[in-house]
């Protein structure tokens, strides 16, 4: 049972253009909500996270909009730059400090 | 970058051999966290701990043991590989800081196992 899910494998965006990453969940006592990013041959790193209290979180070109009511959290990276290629993972807790679940994993391809 | 390594960071090996996989942290966490991540998968959580001989099972824990007797050390071992657990492992380490709404993982640089 995948309790959470990012229904896009891959991902594709023009240099200078909005990248948008969607995660859905299903558990309704995920209270945290964090994103990372992953390169080849390297160990995830934390992007930028999410409390269930807000529904906007933004640092720099990374902004995470949260919808509980839809059970729906996404990743807006403006503007997308080539570096911004990797596989992007939404992750989930019941609480601060709990156990992460994690997506899929979605591969964003910025093309120059 | 937070103070983690694996051993090895490559391993190729037979079926029905026992491997041990070590994760070391120089951060003085507490938690500590093996995942495996396979394609179609994402991440899965094997077994976590949250402190010296505290440990706990996760999401994909049968075939897998961990052993934690000092903080800064979580070994993973597979009794006896199977084909089925060859995947790049990744150790994630965190701290729980008081009033922080949350306390992001912090992940190694993955071992790539190979069980033929």
Redesign the interface.
């Given at each position: 049972d995948q309790q959470?899910k990012?229904n896009s494998p891959s991902l594709s965006v023009q240099e200078g253009r909005i990248s948008i990453l969607n995660c859905d969940y299903t558990n309704s006592m995920f209270d945290?909500f964090?994103w990372?990013k992953k390169y080849p041959?390297?160990?995830?790193?934390?992007l930028i996270?999410i409390?269930s209290i807000k529904d906007k979180n933004e640092d720099g070109r990374f902004t995470v909009f949260l919808n509980k009511s839809a059970k729906h959290l996404s990743l807006h990276i403006v503007p997308s730059q080539p570096g911004d290629s990797a596989v992007y993972?939404c992750?989930a807790?019941k609480s601060?400090?709990d156990?992460?679940?994690?997506?899929?994993?979605t591969r964003l391809a910025v093309r120059p | 970058d937070a103070g983690?390594t694996q051993s090895p960071r490559h391993k190729v090996t037979e079926t029905g051999t026992p491997v041990t996989l070590r994760c070391h942290q120089t951060e003085n966490h507490r938690?500590m966290?093996w995942?495996r991540q396979d394609p179609?998968?994402?991440?899965?959580?094997i077994h976590?701990s949250y402190g010296v001989k505290d440990t706990d099972k996760?999401e994909v824990s049968d075939g897998y043991s961990v052993s934690r007797s000092k903080t800064e050390d979580f070994l993973l071992t597979l009794e006896s590989a199977t084909s089925s657990q060859t995947s790049v492992y990744?150790c994630?380490i965190?701290e729980?800081v008081a009033r922080?709404?949350?306390?992001?993982?912090?992940?190694?640089?993955?071992t790539r196992l190979t069980v033929l």
């Open positions: 959470v990012q945290y964090l990372y041959a390297e160990g995830p790193t934390f996270s409390s993972f992750a807790s601060s400090g156990k992460l679940t994690f997506g899929t994993g | 983690i938690y966290y995942y179609g998968h994402g991440l899965r959580l976590y996760g990744f994630a965190s729980p922080v709404s949350y306390n992001e993982q912090f992940f190694g640089p993955g």
